[in-house]
């Protein structure tokens, strides 16, 4: 699964990243199922901060 990652970052979503900043990618099991030009797209998309989709009220901090 961390190759997997890696690869995908290093592939597609590397050159998406800013200097300076830190990126922390938190893998889940469905990583391992997704076809690998899907995961390259969606990390890019997550990445360049386009696909930010609203926290469910159930997921949502509670200082929020």
Same mark, same amino acid.
């Given at each position: 699964?961390?190759? =997997?990652?890696?690869?995908? #970052?290093?592939?597609?979503?590397?050159?998406?990243? @800013?200097? %300076?900043? *830190?990126? #922390?990618? #938190?893998?889940?099991? *469905?990583?391992? @199922? !997704?076809?690998?030009? #899907?995961?390259?797209?969606?990390?890019? &998309?997550?990445?360049? %901060?386009?696909? @930010?989709?609203?926290?469910?009220? &159930? !997921?949502?901090? =509670? @200082? &929020?």
């Amino acid at each position: 699964m961390r190759r =997997r990652l890696k690869e995908a #970052v290093r592939l597609s979503a590397g050159s998406s990243m @800013k200097p %300076g900043l *830190d990126y #922390v990618i #938190v893998a889940r099991r *469905d990583v391992l @199922k !997704t076809e690998f030009a #899907v995961l390259e797209h969606l990390l890019r &998309e997550r990445i360049e %901060g386009r696909a @930010k989709s609203g926290r469910s009220r &159930e !997921t949502r901090s =509670r @200082k &929020e």
